[in-house]
Antibody, heavy 118, light 111 residues
Framework: QVQLQESGPGLVKPSETLSLTCTVS????????WSWIRQPPGKGLEYIGY???????NYNAALKSRVTISIDATEKQFYLRLTSVTAADTAVYYC????????????WGQGTRVTVSS | QSALTQPASVSGSPGQSITISCTGT?????????VSWYQQHPGKAPKVMIF???QRPSGVSNRFSGSKSGNTASLTISGLQAEDEADYYC???????????FGGGTRLTVL
C-alpha cells in the first residue's frame, strides 16, 4: 500500500517560489506517474501536473509557465516548484500517484495547506 | 481548458439512489473511457471510487457504479447511507495539452 506525505512551508510571500516535497513509502516509484493537485479554500480540485518515473512531464496549461515537477528516486521523493506566486495560489496541495497518464489518482497524501501572504 | 460540468448539489434520503452527472466535450469525456470519480469528506484527501468510467477499485462498495453516454458520465450511488455524504468530483483524460481535467464538484447531502 503506497503512502505519500507532503512537506514544505505553510506560508509563502507573494512573488516568491513555492516548494513542496512528497515522500513516497511502501512502494516503488518506478513505472508510475507522480502528480500534484491543489484545492483553493472552499473550491474544487485543480490538476497541476505529473512527472513519469522515466522523466516525461505534463503540466496544466494554465500553470505551465510557472510549474516544475521533479523526482529523486533514490530518496523516494518528488517535488513541486511554483514560481511567482500570488494570493490565488493559496490552497491545500496534494501529492498523488497517477496510475497511468490518463488516470486514476489512486493514492493521495493527506494534503498540506499553503498560504500566500506578506 | 474549462472544467467538466457537474451539478453543485444533489440530495437523497437513506436507502434511495442518486445520480451525479459530469458533462464534458468531444476533447475529453466523449472520446475517452478514462473518467474517474472521487469522494472527498471534509478535511480529508479525495478517494477514488470509480475509474475507467465503470471500474471499481478493490474495497469500494458495489453501491457505487459509473456509466457514460456521449459526452456525459454519471456516478450512481444506490442504497444511500449517511456516510456517503461528501463532495464528489469527476475527472477525465483530455486531448488538450493538459492531460487531466476535473469537474467542479458536487455536494451530496443525505437527508
Amino acid at each position: 500500500q503506497v503512502q505519500l506525505q507532503e512537506s514544505g512551508p505553510g506560508l509563502v510571500k507573494p512573488s516568491e517560489t513555492l516548494s513542496l516535497t512528497c515522500t513516497v513509502s511502501d512502494g516503488s516509484m518506478s513505472g508510475n506517474y507522480w502528480s500534484w493537485i491543489r484545492q483553493p479554500p472552499g473550491k474544487g480540485l485543480e490538476y497541476i501536473g505529473y512527472m513519469y518515473f522515466g522523466g516525461s512531464t505534463n503540466y496544466n496549461a494554465a500553470l505551465k509557465s510557472r510549474v516544475t515537477i521533479s523526482i529523486d528516486a533514490t530518496e523516494k521523493q518528488f517535488y513541486l516548484r511554483l514560481t511567482s506566486v500570488t494570493a490565488a495560489d493559496t490552497a491545500v496541495y496534494y501529492c498523488a500517484r497517477l496510475r497511468f497518464s490518463y488516470g486514476p489518482f489512486d493514492f493521495w497524501g493527506q494534503g498540506t495547506r499553503v498560504t500566500v501572504s506578506s | 481548458q474549462s472544467a467538466l460540468t457537474q451539478p453543485a448539489s444533489v440530495s437523497g434520503s437513506p436507502g434511495q439512489s442518486i445520480t451525479i452527472s459530469c458533462t464534458g466535450t468531444s476533447s475529453d469525456v466523449a472520446s475517452y473511457n478514462y473518467v474517474s470519480w472521487y469522494q472527498q469528506h471534509p478535511g480529508k484527501a479525495p478517494k477514488v471510487m470509480i475509474f475507467d468510467v465503470s471500474q471499481r477499485p478493490s474495497g469500494v462498495s458495489n453501491r457505487f457504479s459509473g456509466s457514460k453516454s456521449g459526452n456525459t458520465a454519471s456516478l450512481t450511488i444506490s442504497g444511500l447511507q449517511a456516510e456517503d455524504e461528501a463532495d464528489y468530483y469527476c475527472s477525465s483524460y483530455t486531448s488538450t495539452s493538459t492531460d487531466i481535467i476535473f469537474g467542479g464538484g458536487t455536494r451530496l447531502t443525505v437527508l
